[in-house]
């Protein structure tokens, strides 16, 4: 099965009420945030969007939300992982039905995965949910413990998944991600997910990246990309480097409910995160503004008009 996904993959946040339950009114604002801002696809109920916090029937609201307004405007990947595999499967069998375009999981993480061949065996499982669909292993060994070398596991993978097409890499080794998109002469579609790190990522061959400050700063990577792509490498670094510092002030605080705080900050309250991820206090929230006024990130963050990044 050929498949590729190419531009800035926003990973979407869920949006929940104060009392932790869903606030889906909310999700055609976002849809047409991020179309404005320049992304080309959403990424769903991934660790961005606390797929592991939700219950089933909760990843199939969101999924289902966020596939209605989103078909045919951006692309739309259902994260479908789960520590149950049949469950897994379920979830992608619904991501079919409701017309995303392509499906992803995670490795279970309870009991973990001891080889290639188990891991494996264990996405076969999963992608059978939905075989018509395009399938991406979401390769995040940070979260869940699974550490395998990728550059093996993708044809072993291969071999036992019919509609696998590559992964979401989410690792700093990107001489391993490097290798995984020249194997078999280019066959895996292999996309990039640590935004801090994009620039990388483009040097070492790839075409696309799923993140999470994509909800929040998709212009100033789409100006990182059109400048590597022009050979402004001097312009690229810059503009990494903007991201870094964003990166490094999100960071002082806990990451996902302060990407939530940017978020109302331009216009988009999606609510806190649930447990076990922290709340942001008010400190620290007044702090990040200030953090980020001071990178200008309120000019350049803006998705309407293609507001310019300035050079000073």
Not at 144 to 165: E, Y
Not at 187 to 192: K, M, N, S
Request: hydrophobic fraction near 45%; include cysteine.
């Amino acid at each position: 099965m050929e498949y590729r996904l190419t531009g800035l993959i926003a990973a979407t946040y869920t949006p929940l009420c104060e009392d932790g339950s869903l606030h889906l009114d909310l999700v055609p604002a976002m849809v047409d945030f991020l179309e404005r801002s320049g992304v080309t696809g959403i990424y769903i109920c991934g660790s961005t969007g606390e797929g592991m916090s939700l219950s089933g029937d909760e990843r199939r609201a969101v999924a289902e939300a966020y596939v209605q307004v989103a078909k045919g405007r951006l692309k739309t990947i259902v994260q479908v992982g789960h520590n149950s595999l049949a469950e897994a499967a379920q979830l992608a069998g619904h991501a079919r039905w409701i017309g995303a375009d392509a499906i992803s999981a995670t490795a279970p993480s309870y009991f973990k995965v001891g080889s290639i061949e188990v891991l494996a065996d264990c996405m076969a499982q999963v992608a059978s949910g939905a075989p018509d669909l395009p399938f991406y292993y979401y390769n995040i060994p940070s979260l869940t413990g699974v550490a395998l070398d990728m550059v093996s596991f993708l044809p072993v993978a291969a071999a036992r998944i019919p509609n696998l097409v590559g992964m979401k890499y989410t690792a700093p080794t990107v001489f391993e991600f490097q290798a995984c998109l020249e194997l078999e002469g280019g066959r895996f579609d292999c996309v990039w997910g640590c935004d801090e790190m994009l620039l990388s990522a483009l040097a070492a061959g790839a075409r696309g990246a799923i993140g999470s400050t994509y909800n929040t700063a998709a212009p100033l990577y789409r100006r990182l990309m059109e400048a590597f792509e022009r050979g402004d490498l001097v312009e690229a670094r810059r503009l990494q480097s903007l991201s870094i510092q964003m990166v490094r002030a999100i960071n002082r605080c806990p990451f996902h409910p302060a990407m939530k705080q940017i978020l109302t900050m331009l216009g988009l309250d999606c609510g806190p995160c649930r447990l076990p991820l922290a709340r942001v206090d008010s400190a620290q929230g007044e702090q990040l503004r200030r953090d980020l006024d001071a990178l200008g990130f309120f000019d350049w963050s803006r998705p309407a008009g293609g507001n310019a990044i300035s050079n000073e």
